[in-house]
């Protein structure tokens, strides 16, 4: 069905597809603003802790986050990004604990508080706040995280520290023992539905300083719970410094029996570990059933005149259960032992195969339980009981178990002759590796982890506990309902699924289809481990029946090509929730563990390869804030906010790291002082992507005006985006001219740059700059011929054709040409160098369960994904006709 300009150019309004919307449509008459609000789970949750979202809010409709509401329901509300004229682009939203309606609309109204709001009180040496009758204090020095917690005005929690261990050799003998030590504390929010503060500094002990943490600190009205973000960086010497434990330790204090003192591990979703220090079950003499089914059930037992004389007068030579501990070494084991006291042996009391990551110790006066979430996926991880026979118990969350072996960050390989670069170009070409001797360093690379810590005024009933469990090992989620982020016009060019024509249920079955297979070879084949979760491989070995983990440049992806961003528009248009779950889990990967936080490398990302930091090519297009944006709007997630913001002067660091250096062939261009080579796509659009972001959330005008310096100086380009690099002034933000010569990348547009593009555009009116990049849309793909008729001889790449579809179906749109809408859709069908459309079932099964997907490799995946969703919004029309 051929498409005529006209419609072209109305998809292009009233779909969304990243044009400029002139100012007097947006001021047209609209209903009231509102936005419907679910659960990605398709249904409300038995337990919130706890709720943040994000909201978008179409250019000019809302003017004051503060004066949103969700009806009935208390929200506290605030504003994450503004439009050009001032109004609110994103607004953020907090529901209290305890509330899990099926669903909420956001609108403007007067927001309701909650029954017993936040209080944060401050002395010089604390912070205090209240949720109800709990109340956390939060020490502004020293190195204990939380000095305290109190429930009903009774002390139930003591202080709970950061701990750590470094041993200097990788068997991890005499390890120094470190504890986190405060440098700031910040009050980031103060209520009245939640409260953060910020908390930073390092690890010390004996004549050690390092693992600077940033940590925060969550407190939703209603909750007994503090939700802790834990974050921190890896500045240690690889080959002499060896983590071999790091976690979260709460200081509990224990009193009364010990019969009536309790340990509780969760072991599976159902299944608990519950035991009491001095077991009253069991014993060859009966107490009596009230006193068995209270200890039990976790209540204090009855008088114990009323026990058994042969059990009450013997108390004494019943053992008592000091130490707990239950370790997950592995993502499909967990072994849990307990012993009497130190120095006594440890006695194997049960085993798991996927522990949730929560443990409680406590009585009938109070306890504490900490989770932590992803604790089988981050293995190896523990939760541990020390002292419960005591008067104070340690109760501590292990991010690395101190019974697993030292973390071992040194590089996996040798120089291999490899010190000169005509050498590492030639193990480049067989490994796809571009190994550099001393490039890989793990200094420098981050972790945040997801804990959870209870004060409670008595030990929880079993279901609560796994009610608990279940809160922390998936946390429940609200998300805006697709249909109304798409109506914002926010992220570009993408559309909701569609499936009105057979054509277009094809392309979302496989699209379906595509974020199944890799959600399911995430565990299929084990990718877990505390630096390897939410990553993905790069490329399989249709030999070996094996992803390529071994092979150079084949391993871990590493965001190459774009990962990220197929995964979140995917969620962004579905809403669901396994795939907002791996995108979610790739983010929180992506943006630590692959990019470097401190050092030489700073503010850059690491190539693939098979370990996430061992290529030497580092990067912006792996640091590429454009990885985090939507997630970051979606949730308000301050950690990942604080990672785009130290992004935003990383193009110094190219000063010092050439990334084209070991480019063979001619003389290196000698720039001047502080002008460094740059290309278009996978330098400046990735961090255009911080500016951008940046200058939404603040709106400073220097990030708009570096954003315009830039777009300006391109546009002015005899040949604007087909020169593709030219040298970049770091002062002015502007590009010299390079010259008439053109030059085309495969790679320039596959890592956001279509998509960041598509809101600059969308954003600034920079008209050089618009016709620059619907020129280099329009001829990436052109026939060569046409191309040589007009620029002569082509120069550089014309790789991933299937994956370029996607600009050529944007300038179809903008332009409102349908004979480049057909050439966008044949181009798609077309599959060349990419994933194409599978016939028939494209898996194979294999003995042992596992699966292979035909043609696939994360790649092609990657921008098949991304071409399908931005063509179905573009060109939906052509890609029905063509095919």
Not at 763 to 782: E, H, M, Q, T
Request: hydrophobic letters at 40%; aromatic letters at 8%.
């Amino acid at each position: 069905m051929p498409i005529t300009r006209r419609d072209a150019m109305k998809r292009t309004l009233l779909a969304g597809a990243g044009a400029m919307l002139p100012a007097q449509v947006m001021a047209q008459r609209r209903p009231a603003p509102s936005a419907s609000i679910g659960w990605i789970d398709r249904e409300a949750p038995a337990l919130s802790l706890g709720q943040t979202f994000g909201v978008p809010w179409p250019r000019g409709q809302v003017r004051d986050a503060e004066r949103l509401a969700a009806g009935a329901v208390p929200v506290q509300s605030w504003a994450t990004a503004y439009w050009p004229d001032g109004s609110i682009k994103w607004s953020a939203h907090a529901l209290p604990a305890g509330i899990a309606p099926a669903s909420v609309t956001i609108a403007p109204g007067r927001p309701a508080l909650p029954p017993a709001p936040i209080r944060v009180a401050e002395t010089t040496d604390a912070i205090r706040i209240s949720t109800g009758d709990t109340m956390w204090e939060i020490a502004r020095g020293g190195d204990a995280v939380v000095r305290s917690a109190s429930s009903g005005g009774r002390t139930v929690l003591g202080e709970t520290r950061l701990v750590a261990a470094v041993s200097a050799n990788p068997a991890g003998n005499d390890a120094v023992p470190l504890t986190g030590s405060i440098a700031q504390v910040t009050i980031e929010q103060r209520g009245p539905v939640r409260a953060v503060v910020k908390v930073e500094g390092w690890h010390q002990g004996g004549d050690r300083r390092m693992l600077p943490f940033v940590v925060r600190l969550y407190a939703y009205a209603g909750s007994r719970a503090l939700r802790i973000v834990h974050s921190f960086v890896h500045d240690g010497a690889p080959e002499q410094d060896f983590v071999t434990s790091l976690g979260v330790a709460a200081t509990v204090p224990m009193s009364g029996a010990l019969h009536d003192r309790h340990v509780r591990i969760a072991t599976g979703p159902a299944t608990l570990f519950a035991e009491a220090v001095r077991p009253l079950t069991g014993l060859r003499r009966d107490p009596g059933r009230a006193f068995r089914e209270a200890q039990v059930a976790g209540r204090a037992v009855p008088r114990l005149v009323d026990m058994a004389p042969a059990v009450r007068d013997r108390l004494d030579r019943i053992p008592g259960w000091s130490d707990f501990r239950l370790n997950q070494l592995s993502a499909n084991g967990a072994t849990l032992a307990k012993r009497t006291g130190e120095g006594r042996a440890w006695i194997d009391a049960d085993e798991a195969r996927r522990a949730p990551g929560l443990g409680y110790v406590g009585g009938p006066q109070g306890g504490a339980a900490i989770g932590l979430r992803w604790f089988w996926e981050r293995h190896p991880t523990g939760i541990d009981v020390r002292g419960a026979a005591g008067d104070a118990a340690t109760l501590t969350a292990w991010l690395w178990s101190p019974d697993a072996a030292p973390m071992d960050l040194r590089s996996y390989r040798g120089v291999d002759g490899m010190d000169a670069y005509p050498a590492q170009n030639e193990g480049l070409d067989v490994t796809y590796e571009d190994y550099e001797p001393g490039w890989d360093d793990a200094r420098g690379i981050a972790r945040t982890s997801e804990l959870t810590l209870w004060a409670l005024p008595a030990t929880p009933p079993a279901s609560e506990l796994l009610a608990m469990a279940g809160a922390v090992s998936t946390p429940p989620q609200m998300m805006a309902d697709p249909g109304h982020i798409h109506a914002a016009q926010v992220f570009g060019p993408w559309g909701l699924p569609d499936r009105s024509t057979p054509p277009r249920a094809r392309i979302e079955a496989q699209l379906a289809d595509l974020t199944d297979f890799y959600a399911g070879e995430v565990d299929r084949r084990s990718w877990y481990g505390f630096w390897d979760h939410g990553d993905v491989m790069h490329t399989y070995d249709a030999d070996r029946h094996q992803w390529r983990y071994d092979i150079g440049g084949f391993a871990w992806a590493n965001s190459e090509l774009s990962p990220d961003l197929w995964l979140w528009y995917q969620a962004l248009r579905t809403r669901d929730a396994a795939t907002w779950r791996l995108a979610e889990a790739m983010t929180r990967h992506t943006g630590e563990v692959d990019v470097y936080h401190l050092g030489r490398f700073k503010g850059l990302g690491t190539r693939h390869g098979v370990q996430h930091f061992s290529d030497s090519s580092k990067q912006p297009r792996v640091s590429n804030a454009a990885y985090r944006r939507i997630y970051y709007y979606l949730t308000a997630d301050d950690r990942v906010g604080d990672l785009m913001r130290d992004l935003l002067r990383s193009d110094s660091m190219l000063q010092t790291i050439e990334i084209g250096r070991k480019v063979p062939g001619g003389d290196r261009q000698q720039n001047r002082e502080g002008v460094v080579g740059m290309a278009f796509g996978t330098s400046w659009c990735s961090l255009a992507a911080a500016w951008l972001t940046e200058w939404e959330r603040t709106r400073n005008p220097y990030w708009r005006d570096r954003l315009v310096a830039g777009m300006e100086s391109i546009g002015a380009m005899p040949n604007g985006w087909l020169s593709g690099a030219a040298p970049y002034d770091l002062k002015t933000g502007r590009f010299d001219n390079p010259g008439p010569e053109i030059s085309f990348s495969h790679l320039n547009a596959v890592f956001g740059a279509v998509e960041v593009n598509a809101e600059l555009l969308q954003l600034l009116d920079v008209p050089g700059y618009r016709k620059a990049w619907l020129d280099y849309c329009r001829w990436y793909n052109a026939p060569r011929a046409e191309f040589v008729a007009v620029f002569g001889p082509r120069r550089g790449s014309s790789n991933l054709r299937e994956a370029h579809s996607r600009l050529t179906a944007y300038a179809a749109v903008q332009t409102g040409d349908p004979a480049l809408a057909r050439r966008a859709a044949a181009e798609f069908y077309s599959g060349d160098a990419g994933l194409g459309m599978v016939d028939g079932d494209p898996r194979t099964m294999l003995p042992g369960g596992q699966i292979e997907w035909r043609r696939v490799s994360t790649n092609a995946a990657s921008q098949w994904g991304l071409a399908a969703i931005q063509n179905l919004a573009l060109v939906p029309d052509a890609l029905d006709s063509v095919l």
